[in-house]
């Protein structure tokens, strides 16, 4: 419980000091360099939201569930093959690139 409490209290800090940093940012290059207006700090609390919602960023805090896994890669595909189905995928692929130029 202790710990959670401090997970909530870290997470609120840095999301609040993110603010100032893209408040800060925002005001010292884009009014110079775009001729954009500067924007406050609730502004920036703002577009940090928004960029969340659009991009969605922020390294997995508010994931789609608890059984999100993220995509297995190829050699994790490749290593749970079984021999024919392995042999398949690389015809299959021999196939794609067969008209490629190969350097020589």
């Known amino acids: 419980m202790k710990r959670k ?13 993110l603010g ?5 940012l925002w005001n010292s290059f884009l009014p110079q360099t775009a ?3 500067n924007i ?4 920036a609390l703002g577009l940090i939201v928004l ?4 991009f969605g960023g922020f390294g997995g ?13 190829l050699k994790d595909k490749l290593m749970t093959m079984d021999e024919a189905d392995r042999q398949a995928f690389k015809e299959e692929w021999r196939k794609r690139c067969a008209g490629r130029n190969k350097p020589e």
């Open 40 to 43: 406050n700090y609730w502004q």
């Open 61 to 73: 805090i508010w994931s789609p569930s608890d059984n999100y896994k993220p995509k297995r890669n």
């Open 20 to 24: 100032v940093v893209v408040m800060f």
């Open 5 to 17: 409490l401090l997970y909530w209290i870290f997470f609120i800090a840095v999301v609040l000091l």
């Open 51 to 54: 960029f969340r919602i659009l």
């Open 35 to 37: 001729h954009i207006n």
